[in-house]
């Protein structure tokens, strides 16, 4: 499991042309914010997309989209040792739907 967090700005990797373009741009500083897990065997991404931040309550979103999708076999979360992932809330969330934490 872990976040990404995008910036919406057009990114060139050549800006040559024989003619002027002008590309519209989004000003400011406005993200996506990812949470994602990926599932060790089927390869499978779950993800939770926010344009705030990603807090305690993102994590329990993810976790419990995770449980409700493995609801036959345990659950085993690999954390980066996040501040977000590290609260009381995630900790009685995990604990609740039976998911393992490892750091």
Request: charged share 15%.
């Amino acid at each position: 499991m872990d976040a990404a967090h995008c910036v919406f700005a057009p990114c060139f990797g050549l800006v040559w042309c024989f003619q002027r373009l002008l590309v519209k741009a989004p000003s400011g500083r406005q993200r996506v914010h990812v949470l994602a897990a990926l599932h060790a065997v089927t390869h499978e991404v779950l993800t939770v997309q926010h344009l705030t931040y990603i807090t305690a309550q993102t994590v329990c979103e993810l976790w419990r989209l995770l449980a409700s999708s493995q609801s036959s076999i345990p659950v085993t979360v690999i954390l980066d040792n996040a501040r977000d992932q590290r609260c009381a809330l995630v900790q009685t969330v995990a604990d609740t739907l039976g998911i393992e934490w490892l750091y």
